[in-house]
């Protein structure tokens, strides 16, 4: 389960981590907002950390404009309907709990 430090987020910041064979994506929107998803758009593939943006409670990934929920990483509309994986995540104090194993 990746750890990682609160403080070492700025607001609107997109990070990639990975966990064993996995890319994760982490969201951060300020005060406890953490939102986690797979990293790769499940229309093409295409690498969410450098493609996608965050426009109010959505994450659209500029390949080909879908634009998914943060909340539960469905998709709302664009390319695909196929949703995000979305991964749990906890604030504990400063520390930010990723739980990658669902």
């Not at 890319?23 to 969410?48: M, T």
């Not at 995000?84 to 995540?89: A, E, H, T």
């Not at 504990?92 to 194993?101: H, K, N, Q, Y």
């Amino acid at each position: 389960m990746p750890r990682l430090t609160k403080s070492d987020f700025k607001p609107g910041e997109r990070r990639k981590i990975k966990v064993d064979d996995k890319e994760i994506l982490v969201v951060y929107l300020g005060a406890d907002r953490f939102y986690a998803f797979e990293n790769k758009c499940p229309h093409l593939g295409c690498d969410l950390s450098k493609v996608a943006v965050v426009i109010r409670e959505e994450l659209v990934c500029q390949c080909h404009f879908t634009h998914f929920s943060l909340k539960d990483g469905k998709a709302i509309k664009g390319a695909t309907k196929k949703p995000l994986k979305v991964y749990s995540v906890k604030v504990e104090g400063e520390e930010v709990v990723i739980d990658e194993s669902q």
